[in-house]
Nanobody, 128 residues
Framework: QVQLVESGGGLVQAGGSLRLSCATSGRTFSNYPMGWFRQAPGKERDFVAAISSSGIRTDYGDSVKGRFTISRDNAKNTVYLQMNSLKPEDTAVYYC?????????????????????WGQGTQVTVSS
């Protein structure tokens, strides 16, 4: 059974930084692309960042480009999201996600429908 567990959320002032982690278990982590999404109250779940299974390719939502960095450590079965220069509009529950299907090593997925496994989410609150 595939499990994803996020951690690292919290309360931070605008301009600050946080690093989220997503630990996975239940299968060979390095074979699958991973992603981060976020959902604010009353809004849809939005794409934040994606990384290919090899870790070579990454992609970001427009609102976080230049501020957030996704990375993965395949030896630790963990994907990370480094968030810098945080803004109040970054406040949301952050979810990591994994695909059920194997893709070529350079593939990335950026929509919710392409992911099959989700973590429980971690709250990030940025105060002004």
């Amino acid at each position: 059974q595939v499990q994803l567990v996020e951690s690292g959320g919290g309360l931070v002032q605008a301009g600050g930084s946080l690093r989220l982690s997503c630990a996975t278990s239940g299968r060979t982590f390095s074979n699958y692309p991973m992603g981060w999404f976020r959902q604010a109250p009353g809004k849809e779940r939005d794409f934040v960042a994606a990384i290919s299974s090899s870790g070579i390719r990454t992609d970001y939502g427009d609102s976080v480009k230049g501020r957030f960095t996704i990375s993965r450590d395949n030896a630790k079965n963990t994907v990370y999201l480094q968030m810098n220069s945080l803004k109040p509009e970054d406040t949301a529950v952050y979810y990591c996600a994994a695909t059920r299907i194997l893709y070529p090593s350079g593939a990335m997925k950026t929509t919710t429908r392409e992911y099959d496994y989700w973590g429980q989410g971690t709250q990030v609150t940025v105060s002004s």
